[in-house]
Structures are given as C-alpha cells and as structure tokens.
C-alpha cells in the first residue's frame, strides 16, 4: 500500500531535530538525496510549513518547494517591478484535521466561487463565475500515499476577503500524522544554542 511506502521512506530517512523560536523544526534527508524540512507548532503540534527539495539533473541541490505555508517573498531593492500587493494570494495551511488553503485579496460575495475536485486529473480547481480567478491544485499528501480524492471532503467559507478551502483529512493520512509525531517527539531535539562547536 502506497500510505505504508511514504511511512517507511519517513521512517527510513536520516533525521535532525532542533527546538526554536516555539516550533520544532526536523530536517529529512532521503536516501535518494532528496530533503524536506518541516516546522511544528510546539504548543499545538500544528504543521507550520512544509518544504521540499530534490537533487537536479547535475546532481546539484534543487530549488526548496514549500507545500506548506508561506513563501517568503523578501523585498529586494534591486527589483525595479514587483507583484502588486493587492493581486490575489494562494497558500496552504493545515489544521489538525483538514488540508486548507487561503486566498487572500478576493473580495468577491461566495456565492460567485465554484470549488470542485477533479478525480480524473487529481487536483481541486477554484473558478470565479465573473471569470477574475481560476486556480487549479492537487493535494500532494494524498498523490504520496495513491489516496483517491473526494468531493464530499471538500467545503469553503470566505471570510474578510480571504476565501478558506477546507479538504477534510482521510483517516488513513490521520493515522500516519499521528505516528510520525510521536515518533518526532522521541527525536532527541536541541535548542537553538545549545550545538556543539568544535574550536580549532
């Protein structure tokens, strides 16, 4: 079963811990030389942010994907053109017993927004009926572990024009978080701080 898989690659994978800021942040490093780095909440045990990174074709450190909350757009002063603050934005963040995605800067009333799941294709697809936004996603957590996707899983509320997508967690990806958070919390972490250096 693919869920079992993506459990044994986690479980296999060379783990660091480190305990800053009120998160606790692990590091995988995959035996095929791909990484991904997760924050946790320490207080709520919430998945703050999730990213990914493989090898590229020369066998260089790819680009970090982050699936899982914000990116961190960082004002450069060299840039003369930049993305007008009031364009809409798309980023994911997970609750205990849902996937969830923020749109932010769309004010348009909810009855104007069409959410649908699209089995065929494996993505979620967000359309406006006054045609100002389309957006079409998947939900990688469920393409790791070959979990098929369900309309019924699905709602949306829209809220202070930030439109809230909610995709309702399958029990098999529960049990799996649950496990891996507590194999987590058995992670020897160290605190900011607290590494050894070696002087010279």
């Not at 790791?144 to 930030?162: D, Y």
């Not at 809230?164 to 900011?192: A, D, F, H, W």
Request: with cysteine; net charge positive; aromatic share 8%.
């Amino acid at each position: 079963m693919a869920v079992q898989s993506w459990s044994d690659l986690l479980k296999a994978s060379k783990k660091t811990a480190l305990i800053s800021d009120g998160k606790r942040k692990v590091h995988y490093l995959f035996s095929d030389g791909g990484e991904m780095a997760e924050e946790y909440d320490i207080r709520t045990d919430e998945l703050v942010c999730r990213k990914l990174r493989s090898k590229n074709k020369l066998g260089g450190e790819g680009l970090w994907q982050v699936e899982v909350g914000e990116t961190n757009t960082v004002p450069s002063t060299e840039v003369e053109i930049k993305e007008n603050s009031s364009n809409p934005v798309f980023m994911r963040k997970d609750t205990k017993s849902s996937f969830q995605w923020r749109v932010r800067n769309i004010p348009y009333p909810i009855d104007t927004y069409n959410i649908s799941v699209e089995p065929a294709e494996r993505c979620c697809i967000i359309r406006t009926a006054n045609k100002k936004y389309y957006k079409k996603f998947n939900i990688p957590d469920l393409d790791r572990c070959q979990l098929p996707l369900e309309s019924t899983a699905l709602s949306f509320s829209h809220a202070n024009n930030t439109l809230i997508i909610s995709y309702k967690k399958p029990k098999e990806i529960l049990t799996l978080e649950q496990e891996l958070l507590r194999e987590l919390k058995k992670l020897k972490g160290t605190n900011e701080g607290d590494i050894d250096c070696k002087t010279q």
